[in-house]
Nanobody
């Protein structure tokens, strides 16, 4: 049984930083594409960033490029999202997800096409 669990959310002032973590079990971690998504109240879920199995290729949404960094530690089955220069518009529930699809299939869909999802962690940025 695959389990995906996020942690690290919280309340941060604008301009601050936060690091999210995600652990995945029940799968071969370095075989799967991993991604971060977010959904703000009243808005559709959007792909924030994703990373291929060996960590050598990444994708970022335009809204976070230059501020967020995705990484993974395959030895620990853990995915990270380092978020810097946070803005109030970054406020959302952040979800971690895993995909068994090939990296190029996820990339062309801007990280969509995930198979397993966590329950989310809330990030709130105060102005």
């Amino acid at each position: 049984q695959v389990q995906v669990v996020e942690s690290g959310g919280g309340l941060v002032q604008a301009g601050g930083s936060l690091r999210l973590s995600c652990t995945a079990s029940g799968l071969t971690f370095d075989d799967v594409v991993m991604g971060w998504f977010r959904q703000a109240p009243g808005k559709e879920r959007e792909g924030v960033s994703c990373i291929n199995g060996n960590g050598g290729s990444t994708y970022y949404a335009d809204s976070v490029t230059g501020r967020f960094t995705i990484s993974r530690d395959n030895a620990k089955n853990t995915l990270y999202l380092q978020m810097n220069s946070l803005k109030p518009e970054d406020t959302a529930t952040y979800y971690c997800a895993a995909s068994r699809r090939a990296w190029w299939k996820v990339l062309i869909k801007h990280c969509n096409g995930m198979d397993y999802w966590g329950k989310g962690t809330l990030v709130t940025i105060s102005s």
